[in-house]
């Protein structure tokens, strides 16, 4: 999809892609934010470029719409400019290895080269291009490419860049297998990077997409492996029990309380670690 610019096809074929897949995207978060919310973190196929695109555009969708300064029609450019903010990169993106000087000027200008490439495929809109343009710009000014600065950033720039550093942190990344647990996540955005990116949009996303998120599986105290079904705005989510403290998988993801104490949750669980039950993962939001 992404890659639709590459490959030649008609540049109104291409926005129209994009537009159509953000209109998707925009009345699924809509629709269900708890099965939304949990894709981006249970969903794991393809290559890490594609899925950050997808993750960073619901987490857009998510926090615009809890932020609710940007009507309908602006959320959906900004869904746009969540799914094609890198396109000037995306084989960089994935790219496992070292970076030598030449690949660090071309990510420190593809905000830049980007907007190019979307410009010249039809793209007019000046909202999507804007927030592509500025969303590695930062409040202190350390960021790129303009190094802009406080209220001469724009909201859609700022609500970009929120999620898109969220979605990069919470994701394995090709140099970083281990990804940040959510709620770990959300602490470093908020005490860490309270100088370059806005607190108050911070404070949303928590709200948006709860402190520990649908999707995140976690060990209970009482030795339990178990998935968040639905957020909470504190540490007490509801949960669906998928081993059990022997470690056996759970014929029915049962529910469990877990503001109880033995089922209050200790500590996060690679996905990696539970393979063998994707399938009743998947079955809970169904």
Not at 140 to 157: E, N, R, V
Request: glycine share 6%.
């Amino acid at each position: 999809m992404l890659l639709d610019q590459q490959a030649d096809i008609h540049r109104d074929q291409f926005v129209a892609r994009i537009r159509s897949l953000a209109s998707r995207l925009q009345a699924a978060c809509q629709r269900d934010p708890e099965a939304a919310i949990a894709a981006i973190h249970l969903f794991h196929e393809g290559e890490y470029a594609f899925r950050h695109h997808l993750s960073v555009a619901v987490v857009s969708a998510l926090l615009a719409e809890a932020d609710g300064r940007l009507d309908k029609a602006q959320q959906h450019s900004l869904i746009c400019a969540a799914l094609t903010h890198d396109i000037s990169i995306y084989s960089l993106a994935n790219h496992d290895g070292g970076l030598n000087e030449e690949k660090r000027r071309e990510i420190n200008q593809h905000p830049i080269t980007s907007c190019a490439a979307l410009k010249d495929v039809g793209v007019d809109d000046g909202l999507w291009l804007e927030a592509v343009l500025q969303h590695h710009e930062r409040l202190d000014g350390s960021g790129y490419p303009l190094c802009l600065s406080g209220s001469a950033i724009s909201l859609h720039g700022s609500l970009l860049a929120v999620a898109d550093v969220y979605c990069a942190m919470t994701r394995p990344r090709p140099y970083r297998p281990k990804a940040y647990f959510p709620m770990a996540a959300m602490r470093d955005l908020y005490v860490g990077q309270s100088q370059q990116l806005d607190n108050a949009l911070i404070q949303k996303l928590i709200k948006a997409l709860g402190l520990i998120p649908p999707g995140t599986i976690v060990k209970l105290k009482n030795g339990e492996i178990a998935v968040v079904k639905k957020r909470s705005t504190g540490n007490a989510p509801q949960v669906c029990c998928l081993y059990n403290r022997q470690g056996m998988p759970m014929a029915s993801p049962d529910a469990r309380n877990t503001a109880l104490p033995d089922y209050g949750i200790q500590g996060r669980v690679d996905y990696d670690n539970c393979r063998n039950v994707e399938a009743v993962i998947r079955r809970i939001w169904a």
